[in-house]
């Protein structure tokens, strides 16, 4: 049986990205809770012995160390045979909107959300710089979504874990309502939700958390 190892940090979208992935596939892992908000990743120490890029999350498949959480979720669904593409126009749909989210999307939710939430003195028009971009790649997505259930074709794929990590966790610290901002986007979410063994991100993220300023 192959063994997985989840370096993650609870509030991290791309940790849950993995978790979930592994999750829906039906395989357990291993989490290695890591101390972000103590600064372990920009520890020289830590990058050599685990992510010479300095990042979380970081996925350990027996002797392999994986980094980066797009070509990790590609590597996965060729392992399982699931959440690809039925097709090569389907499988460079799921790289182009692969690349989008981790640019766009996740690019600019997962700091705007860590600066707004996780933060004791952002600066306000650094946010409003973010929320006004992030206003943009959603009003793309609830477009997207008034036509069809998910990112690519009519299946759930890879594409949907890669844009739906960030978008899972409490209002409260995104400060968007999307079930009354972006009517479709939510259904998509919800979609995803009733999958089998879905799970919302601190219930697969356990471990400290970082400190909440909002």
């Not at 370096?7 to 357990?28: I, R, V, W």
């Not at 389907?90 to 959300?113: C, P, Q, S, V």
């Not at 600066?123 to 609830?142: N, T």
Request: hydrophobic fraction near 40%.
């Amino acid at each position: 049986m192959t063994t997985y190892r989840l370096h993650y940090f609870p509030e991290s979208g791309n940790s849950y990205k993995l978790a979930l992935m592994l999750t829906l596939c039906g395989q357990d892992f291993e989490p290695i809770w890591t101390d972000f908000g103590g600064g372990i990743t920009r520890m020289a120490s830590w990058r050599e012995r685990v992510n010479e890029m300095g990042e979380i999350p970081v996925l350990e498949v027996e002797s392999l160390r994986l980094t980066q959480t797009a070509p990790i979720l590609l590597r996965l669904a060729e392992r399982f045979g699931r959440f690809s593409g039925a097709n090569q126009d389907e499988a460079f749909e799921i790289l182009r909107w692969l690349f989008w989210d981790n640019h766009k999307l996740t690019g600019y939710m997962a700091t705007y959300r860590f600066l707004r939430a996780f933060t004791p003195s952002p600066d306000p028009s650094v946010l409003a710089f973010m929320r006004k971009r992030i206003d943009d790649y959603l009003s793309i997505a609830e477009r997207h979504f008034q036509s069809r259930s998910f990112v690519v074709g009519d299946q759930f794929t890879v594409a949907d874990i890669s844009m739906i990590g960030y978008l899972c966790f409490p209002p409260d610290e995104s400060g968007y309502d999307l079930a009354g901002s972006h009517p479709a986007v939510s259904a998509w979410i919800g979609r995803v939700a009733a999958l089998p063994g879905w799970r919302p991100p601190y219930d697969l993220l356990p471990g400290k958390r970082l400190q909440r300023y909002r």
